[in-house]
């Protein structure tokens, strides 16, 4: 899987969380962030695979509409 940078709210569709938890998560440093020209968040796709993994054992393939295919 190529690894794309997701906006926050791709991320939480993806994990099934809300925006506000994901922004804690990266705000406490268990999900890694980067951050846009415009100083929004963007998350890897293989940083949030890989907390799926953390937290259930499983990582998921995410959902082709995050990517727009």
């Not at 804690?24 to 980067?34: A, F, P, Q, V």
């Not at 415009?38 to 995050?66: C, W």
Request: aromatic fraction near 6%; avoid cysteine; hydrophobic fraction near 35%.
């Amino acid at each position: 899987m190529k690894d794309k940078l997701l906006t926050v709210a791709q991320a939480s569709e993806l994990e099934g969380v809300s925006t506000a938890s994901i922004r804690r998560w990266t705000d406490s440093g268990k999900l890694k962030t980067y951050r846009s020209a415009g100083n929004h968040r963007r998350i890897k796709t293989s940083d949030l695979m890989r907390l799926i993994d953390k937290e259930s054992n499983f990582v998921a393939d995410p959902p082709q509409s995050v990517f727009g295919k």
